[in-house]
């Protein structure tokens, strides 16, 4: 068992774990909170995605412990209470959302690729969603709302 | 003998240290491929070592020979985004865009790449799923290999990191220490054609960084895939044209349990021999083996047909 | 009817600020005091007989708090339905494919639950096992079942018209084999489910599944508990396509580890799991014989089908029944032989994905009515106008059409697509463009039951609406559309209309998923209930206001008398008025859609749907022959769901098909190497991605159901049907080769090239 000391949505977080638990566990069963989602814990699906330092990272790929003394960002991070992220805004505003399952992963990525890229090509928004497994609406929607939240300015 | 698992050495040496300390021991620097591999009880880390506290150790920079050294630590990420690396070694930039997924690469270091686990169909499995292929030789050091069902002895797992066929190609070195000293290997001497004992590291001893030389002209780097997903590569191809009669280099990857170069046909390129006369020598310097999808045929009509268009792309290029 | 309102308009989801804030709760992320991990021991056999099983010894691993077998559950051999019973929840003296369920732990966290799985002592002893459906017919292979012979699980044979007449009035006769392989729904939620059995003897059971109602029933059936103890809650679910209707193993295991414990239990499954142990869609060999005259007409089509069922029939045994005759009536084909057998193998059972038989069987007959035009040196895109179910005709099987939207749907594919300058000109570019048509049934009448819809939506005192529907919301925008009716009705802002996702202590009991049916006739009730609603209201606020409730109309939740431009009251003014007079009373109306069709029948005459939705696809490819690489340039779909009253939703729908289809066609396979699953999990399963998604273009016909809500019909299945033959057909234009296997990766295009004559012919 170790200590875990870190950043969560600006919070800070000090916690006593097991020193083989993923970020993702600690998010989910720790902190509950269960808006980051497990679907392969193998790196495959991208529904476990989050920020760590400003990078987009699998969180069931990363020890707990990588993230001592760092700043995790999850999708419980982006809304201000009722008032959505511009990136949030577009991806509904677009009908990018089926299930909703692999959303937050989806919005995480979009918002690492938007802070690194604020005006992607239509290749560049593949290639940034790519980590993010999405079954249900072909990506058609999701791109178009990264092009509108790029177009909005939602890189900030 | 530290009971923890999860380490983070302060230094080179200490980590070195530890690892022969403890027979268990496994650096870790991403992890994206280790904790799969943990997951699936393949290997046991006791300690896991993690690098990435240790300073200077993920640094990009140019070095006194006028080449650049990468720290083993750059993620991927940081390696494709690297002007010195885009502008000087265009090709390894790609190679490293091409691996997987952004949130891959952002934690995936160019150390890992390079030292990647051999992979195998039959082996990055769950043990539920290897109860059928219990006596993998490299799974569970029993007597058959799924792959080459008559081979009597060996492993044909797979080397797998795509940024090792374009560093072969450029010439890279690898800079290795342990706590006994430190030596820079070229890097196709890293790989010692085994599937299980795939690389030539030593007791303790660990990559610290990349050495590159001066950037050569312009080449191709294909990684080809039946679909454009995170999977790994059916074959990767390296190509540099010669220049001024000679320095040609044709380095297929990922089809074997090192990266391979097709010697006699550099040698053909760079005395000016038409390309399909190259080709067809390098097809004979590359041996193929089937796997559960690429099959040999597949793979020998694809990659010569691609060989054949980057060699006519790099005539052109020549023109330029 | 006036202008709509909110129907046919372009509105958000109601569920999406709980999704996008990552605040909707699935099943995974519920938690609960004491809830303890279960997990499912699984044979690692392909088929064996259970010698000895003795789970005790997991009990001693520290933080187990239970382990059952099928001992601890009641001897109950079930099918899906009243279908083939040949299901235990766990096996009881013998496994019969690999991940077949032996027993279940329930443990303080995974570690211990893990742990408590090694612990377990089973004895097995193989017994030889069959892989292929062909050779699992035959003398002498081995069976799975002893009450089915030959390893036949259900067998349905079709004759219709007069076949043999037509074999001999034939101009051409075409016979051909098709492959289909199993592919995976690859939904983003695992498979989980909490289960709290408890001190008043009374199951909740929390999961992301289509059918609450269904699962109720099943449950109760299978474990000996009347249906009022059991109250299924849906839970967000993360995608289905048609696999989470079953009931899974885990629901009752999860359920009875409850009970012994005290405590609630948690299921969830691994990704592998899902492929070993979940229900995907299964791999057909079709051997289709067919007879046109010289114009291309069809005269008639024989049909023998193997369709792979892996070791149990579980919802199989039902859908054969579609399967085997749903496709025979896109065209009109006066006579139909078919021999349709569902096969026991030694692999996990199978189960519904998104128009389950559909993409196979067009696959298979799209693809040789290509082939067939070509004889005859018809245009693809002619024979298809030639054949097409119109609106009005009786099918072979006795389907009546109603709305039909086929042909204007065939000619948009024509027009949108360049079809004419495109087909067959451009092999010199490798380049070519083939079509497909499909039929979907809406609704689909299995039993003499009821088989509708129920629904019930109340106005409460603030002015909202609530909507009660048994159907579920797993991403397709029920949600949505249900809220959109309510609203258009009542006269309320889309906003003012809530809905709840199933629950069977609240929500009324719905058919659930069969067919494209949730739009249509959960719709249908939606409808009707607030109409009732509606009706009551008018009332109260007539009461309320003195007036008739004739001159009353509602808009934007406020109460207008005739004639004048002010409102008199608000919506909510009179429900309070409503609810606390003297003898209150709530407004709440009931709906029912129970639709007048029959029991499907494939060897009868039968109508066994409200009405069939239709579609035509057209694909257009580069093929690159030196490495089998297929490049998608465009797609063209033109879809008939009737009137379509939530545009983003349906664009949705229809975007995520193709790639489906696209999947289907090109990219996924599973891989089965002497029965064993090569490839359980995402990436190697070939999982379609971003860049496997090609420029689409949407049109949907201007159709309009007359029984349908507001004219709707169906559109969540219709187009990752046409996708594979589609892209066959489009590679057989481009490059001269005809691949009758699926998938169309670039290996096996490669392969059919070299077999085929090499390339530049």
Known sequence: MKDLNLRVNGDPIHLFIEEDETLLDVLRDRLMLTGTKQGCREGQCGHCTVLLDGKAVNSCLTLALEADGGEVLTIEGLARGDQLHPVQKAYVDAGAIQCGYCTPGMIMAIYALLQENPHPREEEIREGIKGVMCRCTGYYKIVEAVKQAAAGGAAR | ?320 | MDSPRIITKRVNRPDSFAKVTGRAKFTMDLSFPGMLTGKILRSPRHHARILHLDPTPALKVPGVKAVITARDLPPVVYGFGDRRADMTVFAIDRVRYKGDEVAAVAAADEDAAHEALERIRVEYEDLPAVFDPEAAVQEGAPQLHDDSPGNIGVRIRINKGDMDRALAEAYLVREDRFDTQRVHQSYAEPYACVADWDAEGKITLYTGTMNASGLQIMLSRVLKVPVGRIRVIQSHTGGSFGSKVVLNSIYPASAVLSRITGRPVKMVYTREEEYFASRPRYAGRYYVKTAVKRDGTILGRELTFFYDAGAYCDMAAAMIIVCSHRNDSVYRIPSIRTDAKLVYTNKSPVGAYRGYGNPQNTFAFDSQLDMIAGELGLDPAEIRLRNATRSGDTTVHGWKITSCGLTEAIEQTVKASGWKAKRGKRRDLRRGIGMACTIHEVDDRHSDAFAGSNAHVEILPDGEAVIYSGEGEYGQGRDTVFCQIAAEVLGLPLESVRILLPDTDITPYALGPWGSRVTYSGGLAVARAAEEARKILLQEAANMLEANPADLHLREGKIFIRGIAQPRATVAEAAHFALFRKEGKRIRGSGQDEPATTKMDPTKQSSPCSTYSFACQAVEVEVNEQTGEVKILKVWTANDGGNILNPIGAEGQIEGQVLQGIGFAKTEEMIYRHGHLLNPDFMTSGTAGPFDAPPLDIYFTKTHDPSGPFGAKGVAEVAAPPTAAALANAIYDAVGVRIKKLPLSPENVLQAVREQGGPGR
């Open chain 2, 1 to 320: 003998m530290n009971r923890s698992f999860f380490v983070s050495p302060a230094s080179v040496g200490e980590a070195s240290r530890m690892s022969q300390e403890n027979p268990q021991a496994f650096f870790m620097a991403g992890g994206t491929d280790l904790l799969v591999l943990r997951k699936n009880k393949l290997i046991h880390p006791q300690p896991i070592l993690y690098l990435r506290g240790i300073p200077d150790l993920a640094e990009i920079r140019r070095d006194a020979n006028g080449g650049v050294r990468i720290g083993a630590c750059a993620t991927l990420h940081a390696v494709a985004k690297h002007p010195l690396i885009q502008k000087g070694y265009p090709l390894l930039a790609q190679a490293a865009l091409a691996v997987a997924s952004p949130q891959i690469r952002n934690k995936a270091t160019i150390g890992g790449n390079i030292c990647l686990n051999s992979r195998c169909w039959f082996y990055n499995r769950s043990p539920f799923w290897r109860v059928e292929y219990s006596e993998c030789r490299k799974a569970t050091g029993g007597t058959r290999c799924y792959v080459l069902p008559q081979s009597h002895k060996g492993c044909f797992a797979l080397q797998s990191g795509d940024t090792v066929g374009p560093l072969v190609a450029i010439g890279a070195k690898l800079h290795l220490v342990s706590s006994r000293g430190e030596r820079i290997l070229d890097i196709e001497d890293f790989y010692l054609g085994d599937g299980i004992r795939y690389l030539a590291l030593r007791s303790g001893e660990m990559v610290t960084a990349v050495l590159l030389p001066e950037p050569k002209g312009r080449g191709t780097f294909i990684k080809f895939r039946s679909q454009n997903n995170l999977d790994f590569a059916t074959f990767n191809l390296t190509l540099f044209p010669p220049q001024e009669g000679g320095g040609s280099r044709i380095v297929v990857s990922s089809v074997a349990s090192k990266p391979l170069r097709a010697l006699k046909a550099e040698a053909l390129f760079d005395q000016g021999a038409p390309g399909k006369e190259v080709v067809d020598q390098a097809m004979k310097e590359i041996p193929l083996v089937s796997f559960v999808r690429g099959s040999v045929e597949f793979k020998k009509q694809v990659l010569a047909a691609r060989m054949t268009e980057a060699i006519a792309a790099a005539g052109n290029l020549l023109k330029e």
